[in-house]
């Protein structure tokens, strides 16, 4: 049964980068069916889509945020990671990972979140 | 690339049913096949209810429903339980691999 669990450092300074990692367990990333994702909400806020990402390597970046964004896939770990750079408030948030399959548009399997505070 | 629009607040008593929309545009909601609703409830992930507007998960009650009309999807909850309140949120695909999400619907039931 897939799961996903996401991970990071819990607080991070303005202006520093922010690494998420979502480990896999139950299915593998290989598969060429699902793309992995990210979506964050900030606190009382609604849900923004931010990345997706083919084990090929194909990235796909929310047009707003994709100059801070990179995501890439480690397959020997089973996991895929997201960094966020030069982060600011607005980057305060629960960050959720999510499998989409590739031929629709929805993701089915979430990870319970990881909360990230941008505070000095 | 702009938020879906969800009216922020919807209600209904137990056995009811509610209709909750979320307007797009011909470049999103309009355009696609691929309109989204998830559940969410207090401090827990989201969970799709529907997808591809009207198909529904495994497990998903046959009491939720989508439906889109133009420019406009829409999520249907008929009989409404205690259990059914909750944030929801719909989505749509935007071209270009880019996803959109709605600002969100608080479901109360009364």
């Known amino acids: 049964q897939l799961q996903l669990q996401e991970s990071g450092p819990g607080l991070v300074k303005p202006s520093e980068t922010l690494s998420l990692t979502c480990a896999v367990s139950?299915?593998?990333?290989?598969?060429?069916?699902?793309?992995w994702g990210w979506v964050r909400q900030p606190p009382g806020k609604g849900l923004e889509w931010l990345a997706n990402i083919h084990y090929t390597g194909g990235t796909y970046y929310n047009p707003s945020l994709k100059s801070r964004l990179t995501m890439s896939v480690d397959t020997s770990k089973n996991q895929f990671s997201l960094i966020v750079s030069s982060v600011t408030d607005s980057d305060t948030a629960v960050y959720y990972c999510?499998?989409?399959?590739?031929?629709?548009?929805?993701?089915?399997?979430w990870g319970t979140g990881t909360t990230v505070t941008v505070s000095s | 690339q702009s938020a879906l629009t969800q009216p922020p607040s919807a209600s209904g008593s137990p056995g009811q049913s509610v209709t909750i929309s979320c307007t797009g545009t011909s470049s999103d909601v309009g355009g696609y096949s691929y309109v989204s609703w998830y559940q969410q409830h207090p401090g827990k992930a989201p969970k799709v209810m529907i997808y591809?507007?009207?198909k529904r998960p495994s497990g998903v009650p046959d009491r939720f429903s989508g439906s889109k009309s133009g420019n406009t999807a829409s999520l249907t909850v008929s009989g409404l339980q205690a259990e059914d309140e909750a944030d929801y949120y719909c989505s749509s695909y935007a071209g270009s691999d880019d996803l959109v999400f709605g600002g969100g619907t608080k479901l109360t039931v009364l």
């Open positions: 591809g507007v009207n």
């Open positions: 139950g299915y593998s990333v290989t598969n060429r069916n699902c793309f």
């Open positions: 999510a499998r989409r399959w590739a031929h629709d548009y929805h993701m089915d399997v």
